[in-house]
């Protein structure tokens, strides 16, 4: 562990509510609006600090606990994740195991935090979050695995590392694939627009935003800053992929925090340009993204 | 090399976009895509020994696959007024992941066939075993009689992407032949739905078999 690797993981805390921002930004842009301004979820974190909470007297001690240990375990899995061919702050062999399933445990409490209310909507969105992440996850795996196989590493700093030019030219394809699956799997997961919709509050239609319905105050901020580091992790994933290597590792740093918001302008051009998928296709899509990943994952074996 | 790759992966891909569409257009169109780039394939694996049986043979062949098949079934889908959903026995997803399971298998199986001689690409013959499984799949798994006819494609497109992969040794004769063979196949197929659903004003395979004379 050295200076180096303090890096990504600042760049992850500061820079992740900014992703947001541009992705509403993008889509304020594509329908003529002039939008909130880009720093507007910073602001709504302090707000959001600065109050009380409110709890309901049918909650127990799983509804206040759920926030914190979701942001506990996305925050562990920040620490994880290489950005820019700059190591993480912890690597070992196997730790993309580990860090699935710190995501696993972070949605794990979220979904119990909304049960614990006893609120019927919001069980209805957690049995579809679970639903669709019974889908997301295999595909995550594979994606992973894919890349594990691909550079023969099993850590995800030893597996970004060599994932260079040279590797594009001899593999394009079965990157090609991996990345496509990746996009798929990030909307999917950060409640994005083909799955679901962050901006809707209709009960009836929502997946990720029913669910947090109950939190108010600093665990909601909480919930907000999990949810922006969760999206700055899947992008560094698809970055770490596509971006060109070059011999400057600022420079590298400087194209990869610039990746990081062309795939938030490419999340918000999507947003703005697709519908929301029924639901009953929505298992359709993510199988899809799973069937990407294991093409991928097969071709690369031979 | 990487563009026969490619191509290799375009297939692949618009068979499992087959397995798990909905529409008899789209299905039709995703068919005749397929077509045209195997078209291309004998050329792109045979770069360096080009001559002029490799050119017509890709010329036959998306003409035929890319042009003739399409609007033959395109006519042959409004002629009998039929609706445009599939209807599969099995559903979309786990068509999906079936063929997920045949790819898997096409790969397992050919690194336990040994291959005569050295092939365009390795992932040509899996591949081309991966084509055969979904057409066979779509065969008895979609009640339409038209995406029956369009499995029957993607069967003869596996057969296809294996003979261009070993085309140095195999005459254009046969290629030829098995080219007319496929043309006359879809032509008989789409004038029998045509007029089955002209007489009993349905095309749905199930109840077909109900038809005893």
């Given at each position: 562990m050295n200076a180096i690797s303090l890096?990504?993981?600042?760049?992850?805390?500061?820079?992740?509510?900014?992703?947001?921002?541009?992705?509403?930004?993008?889509?304020?842009?594509?329908?003529?609006?002039?939008?909130?301004p880009l720093l507007q979820i910073y602001s709504d974190l302090w707000k959001l600090l600065q109050?009380?909470?409110?709890?309901?007297?049918?909650?127990?001690?799983?509804?206040?606990?759920?926030?914190?240990?979701?942001?506990?375990?996305?925050?562990?899995?920040?620490?994880?994740?290489?950005?820019?061919?700059?190591?993480?702050?912890?690597a070992f062999p196997g730790d993309f195991l580990l860090f699935i399933g710190l995501l696993g445990l972070m949605r794990f409490f979220?979904?119990?935090?909304?049960?614990?209310?006893?609120?019927?909507?919001?069980?209805?969105?957690?049995s579809?979050?679970?639903?669709?992440?019974?889908?997301?996850?295999?595909?995550?795996?594979?994606?992973?695995?894919?890349?594990?196989?691909?550079?023969?590493?099993?850590?995800?700093?030893?597996?970004?590392?060599?994932?260079?030019?040279?590797?594009?030219?001899?593999s394009g394809p079965v990157l090609a694939l991996v990345v496509l699956a990746l996009m798929i799997v990030l909307l999917a997961e950060?409640?994005?627009?083909?799955?679901?919709?962050p901006n809707t509050h209709l009960e009836l239609t929502m997946v990720h935003e029913v669910m947090v319905l109950d939190h108010s105050g600093p665990d909601l901020a909480f919930i907000l800053y999990s949810a922006a580091l969760k999206l700055w992790l899947f992008a560094a994933l698809v970055v770490g992929i596509v971006l060109p290597v070059t011999d400057s590792a600022w420079l590298n740093l400087l194209l990869a925090v610039g990746g990081m918001f062309v795939i938030a302008v490419i999340v918000g051009v999507i947003e703005s340009v697709m519908a929301r998928l029924r639901l009953p296709v929505v298992p359709q899509l993510l199988v899809g993204a799973g069937a990407f990943a294991a093409v991928a994952f097969l071709l690369g074996l031979t | 090399m990487l563009t026969t790759n490619l191509i290799l992966i375009l297939v692949v891909l618009s068979n499992l976009k087959l397995l798990g569409s909905s529409r008899l257009g789209a299905s039709i169109r995703v068919v005749a895509a397929?077509?045209?780039?195997?078209g291309m394939l004998p050329i792109l694996a045979h770069m360096n020994e080009l001559s002029v049986r490799f050119a017509v043979l890709a010329v036959g062949t998306i003409a035929l696959k890319g042009v003739v098949f399409p609007w033959f079934l395109f006519r042959a889908v409004r002629e009998a007024e039929v609706t445009r959903e599939i209807e599969p026995y099995v559903g979309y997803v786990a068509s999906l992941v079936v063929g997920v399971l045949a790819l898997g298998v096409s790969f397992w199986m050919c690194t336990r066939l040994p291959m005569p001689e050295a092939i365009a690409s390795p992932w040509l013959a899996p591949v081309a075993l991966f084509s055969i499984f979904a057409g066979l799949f779509l065969i008895i798994s979609r009640k339409r009689a038209v995406s029956q006819v369009l499995g029957f494609l993607v069967l003869e497109n596996?057969?296809?992407?294996?003979?261009?992969?070993?085309?140095?040794?195999?005459?254009?004769?046969v290629e030829a032949g098995v080219l007319l063979d496929v043309f006359v196949a879809v032509f008989v197929m789409g004038i029998t739905i045509f007029h089955i659903s002209r007489e009993f004003d349905h095309i749905e395979i199930d109840r077909l078999s109900t038809l005893k004379d």
């Open positions: 890096i990504p993981l600042l760049l992850a805390l500061v820079l992740s509510p900014l992703l947001l921002g541009v992705i509403n930004r993008t889509k304020a842009i594509f329908a003529g609006r002039c939008g909130q109050k009380g909470a409110v709890y309901s007297r049918t909650t127990t001690w799983i509804f206040r606990a759920g926030p914190m240990i979701g942001l506990a375990a996305v925050l562990t899995a920040v620490m994880l994740m290489p950005l820019g061919k700059c190591p993480a702050l912890l979220t979904v119990v935090a909304a049960l614990d209310t006893g609120s019927s909507f919001e069980g209805m969105g957690a579809r979050e679970v639903f669709f992440s019974a889908l997301t996850e295999p595909a995550l795996f594979v994606v992973l695995l894919t890349l594990a196989q691909q550079t023969g590493q099993f850590s995800l700093t030893a597996m970004f590392a060599p994932v260079s030019n040279a590797h594009w030219l001899h950060n409640a994005r627009i083909p799955v679901d919709d | 397929q077509g045209v780039v195997l596996g057969i296809y992407t294996f003979g261009v992969g070993v085309a140095a040794r195999t005459p254009l004769l």
